[in-house]
């Protein structure tokens, strides 16, 4: 093979490799602060390669990293808890038909007496980007748990924020969760390049 | 020994005149503090007389019902006073027959301040701005402890006033603590006062009049400190006042002359819970109820016109002054009002308010505002509607109260009403009252029309100091809501949905007082309510680059119930408008339907004799 097309093609394999390492969310959470009309607000921030993702979590959670995902649990409450992660975007079929199997990838081995709830219930867009929200409950062991999976595409991820606890306690729980989805933003572009091109909050408030 | 005499004599003289001088100096000071003490028991009975009489005043007459005084009223008189007497009527000639207490009365003054029966009104710049004045009197007599020296008179009197003034009369005007930390610089025309604790901070805050202060008043300190309600940041200067008028305290003023202590919310009446109340509907009994009891119309479904409700099914309800349900069957007036409110209502119209909740929508019941302006102008010209000129001349005070009643947040059904179309707003202006949060969409006031904008709208040469079109007649107007919200020219229902980065505005003009909730930070909460500069709040990517003049007053009357969620800047709510916010003298001499009154109840010329 020609020396300069192997050069060309290591290059481009650099290039590409150093797109991916760069391109993937990084749930680990960083506490931040976001300065809006002077007033400083505590936040949660991402990384999304050369972008930040900010988002206010609902009062008194607890995040912490899980690997490559973000976990999460309510305060005071025990079988409760969630994660944020990022996957490869999944281009065999669209995301909506596929709700079912990554809500059921949410259940333990061994759970019955499974109802889905894939239609009907409150949607949320995580900035730009629409999402699928769908809810299941079953019983294991005895007791009955509920969960939810509110899936959205971005450019090229699908984000997959997860939650479950005892059914009793879902309903006091689980809607301040998905109403703080609603204020993932997007925010300081370094890059023209980069994937997520949202500048919705690229303002922090000059009054 | 006769000089010796002479000295001793002279001594018993002169202590006894000292003596004989002290008594009745300390009889004198006892004396007056009596008749103030009288004073100040019939200004409270008089300012009861007031409440209750309200709408109405009292007359002379009614006021011959303040009781008299007691004797155990004034402890201090017990072993001065053997038998305390008091009348109401001026005291003999004769020093021995001289009660303790005489010419105890509460007469009604005049606008020459002569006594009356009926007290005159001496009025300022509106019919809602207006005095009315009381003397009292009291005439106290009490005995010197020196044998043979005649008993000690004094005759006290007091004006009292009654004073009514407009909201009006203020760019912002706070019930509940208020707070303004502004985060740029921000210049407030126009008098401002809180009533209860008011914080001011930020170093390009500047007042170009007077503030004053019902409660506390904490100026934010230079150095580290900060309010309890400022989240902090590193410009920690004091704001500017006008030359010569620093702030100053004024606890008088009462919205609709019923204090802060007769409202509770945890007692068991349901109807005196805040001011609130004013745009909610009566619950019980009308005697139970500090804003409908004495005959008074203080809520605004009482006050208007056309009362308009919207059930969780859409159906819409219409009814007239006298609380009669109108339909297609309702004849004159009624079916003009009828034509003209289901020509103006859309109901079942949805948008995302993401301060208020990012998964649920708000539906909303639309008023057109064109479609009454087009009612209530002759049908003439290019006014010719369908319901051109129905109400012209039809005797409509111009309030319109309405509601969906089937609000639940627990529910998820999240209700409001929209304005919209009120460029041109019909003469006589327009209050519009609702127990929802309110949405002005577009242009309010101006005489904007289609490729006519204001100039404070223009995108090239916008000129905030003039938000009307030329040849538009302004028209009084406000709204009362339980929170307000501003929306652009540019708004479309289906774009609030979007990311904010897509939901662009326009320059926008507002020329309304607003009076609304604030939703102020609980006792267990921190954090900044968002102030004064967020009381009209906004749902769009304003950028700091479109703006929203305002020419008006802001009232903060309670706390926002409905719209309750705590302020936050930026992605998914709204980013900064380039705030041009006026104050609208104008609406102190022509004040729009709806228009209530702040009542301050004071005690002035003190008269001694």
Known sequence: MDSQLIRCMAAVAVLSLGGLANAGINFSPNDGVYIGEATPFRCIRFRDGNAKIRFFPPTDWIFTTDGNKCAFRPPRLVQAGGTFAAKPKDGSKPLSDRMEELLRKGMPEGAEKITLVMTGLPQVSLDQWKSIHVEATYEHFGQTFRIALVAAQTHDEEIHARFGCRATDFDKVFPDLLESLGTFTWEEIESPSAKSVNASSGNPGAR | ?609
């Not at chain 2, 000071?29 to 009861?48: C, E, P, T």
């Not at chain 2, 010197?144 to 009514?164: D, E, N, Y």
């Not at chain 2, 538009?472 to 809501?481: H, I, L």
Request: proline share 7%.
């Open chain 2, 1 to 609: 020994m006769a000089v010796v005499a002479i000295y001793v004599g002279a001594a018993y003289s002169s202590t006894l005149t000292l003596r004989r001088n002290a008594d009745r100096s300390v009889q004198f000071r006892h004396a007056v503090a009596v008749a103030d003490g009288a004073l100040q028991y019939s200004f409270g009975h008089w300012r009861q007389a007031c409440r209750n009489a309200s709408p109405s005043l009292p007359t002379t007459d009614d006021l011959e019902t303040i009781p008299l005084p007691t004797a155990d009223l004034f402890p201090s008189l017990a072993d001065r006073v053997s038998d305390f007497t008091a009348i109401r009527a001026e005291n003999s000639t004769d020093p021995t027959q001289a009660r303790t207490l005489a010419n105890y009365r509460v007469r009604a003054l005049a606008a020459d301040w002569n006594p009356t029966n009926a007290p005159a009104r001496s009025y300022g710049r509106g019919p809602e701005d207006y005095s009315i004045f009381y003397r009292a009197t009291a005439d106290v007599t009490l005995p010197t402890v020196t044998s043979g020296s005649a008993p000690l008179s004094v005759k006290l009197s007091q004006v009292f006033r009654k004073r009514s003034e407009s909201p009006w009369n203020y760019a912002f005007f706070y019930t509940g603590y208020m707070d303004i930390h502004s985060g740029g610089s921000m210049v407030v025309r126009g008098p401002v006062h809180g009533m209860t604790e008011t914080y001011l901070g930020r170093a390009l805050l500047t007042f170009t009049d007077q503030v004053s202060f019902g409660g506390s008043l904490s100026i934010r300190p230079s150095g580290s400190g900060k309010h309890p309600t400022d989240p902090g940041s590193s410009d920690a200067s004091p704001p500017v006042f006008p030359s010569g008028q620093p702030p100053r305290p004024d606890a008088g003023k009462i919205p609709f002359g019923i204090e802060p202590f007769r409202l509770s919310e945890t007692d068991t009446n349901a109807d005196n819970d805040s001011y609130r109340e004013v745009i909610e509907m009566r619950t019980g009994a009308v005697d139970d109820d500090p804003f409908s009891a004495h005959g008074q119309k203080l809520r605004y479904y009482d006050r208007a016109d056309v009362r308009i409700e919207v059930d969780n099914a859409n159906n819409v309800t219409i009814r007239n002054r006298d609380d009669e349900v109108l339909g297609p069957l309702s004849t004159g007036v009624n079916k003009d009002l009828y034509d003209t409110f289901t020509t103006a209502i859309t109901t079942n119209e949805s948008i995302r308010d993401n301060r208020e909740s990012t998964t649920l929508s708000v539906r909303l019941v639309s008023l057109d505002i064109s479609v009454l302006d087009s009612s209530l102008r002759s049908a003439s010209g290019s006014n010719n509607g369908p319901v051109a000129g129905k109400l012209t001349n039809k005797g409509f005070n111009g309030l319109i109260y309405i509601r969906d009643s089937s609000y639940s947040r627990g529910s998820g059904q999240l209700r409001a009403v929209r304005l919209r179309n009120g460029a041109i707003l019909p003469p006589g202006g327009l209050g519009i009252a609702t127990e929802n949060a309110l949405y002005i969409q577009g242009d309010y006031n101006t005489g904007r029309k289609t490729g006519v904008e204001p100039p404070s709208n223009r995108t090239s040469g916008r000129d905030p100091l003039q938000p009307i079109v030329a040849g538009y007649e302004w028209q009084p107007c406000a709204v009362y809501a339980d929170a307000i919200s501003l929306l652009s020219n540019a708004w479309t229902d289906a774009g609030s949905y979007n990311a904010l980065s897509s939901r662009v505005p326009s320059h926008t003009t507002f020329n309304t007082a607003m009076v609304g909730g604030m939703r102020l930070m609980g006792p267990a909460e921190s954090g900044y309510s968002g102030g004064i500069e967020n009381f009209p709040r906004f749902l769009e990517n304003w950028n700091s680059t479109y703006s929203v003049t305002v020419y008006g007053s802001m009232v903060q009357l309670f706390c926002s119930v409905q719209a309750d969620r705590t302020w936050l800047h930026g992605s998914p709510r709204y980013t900064s408008p380039i705030r041009e916010f006026n104050f609208d003298e104008r609406y102190a001499g022509a004040q729009p339907p709806g228009t209530f009154q702040l009542i301050t109840y004071d005690r002035l010329a003190w008269t001694l004799n």
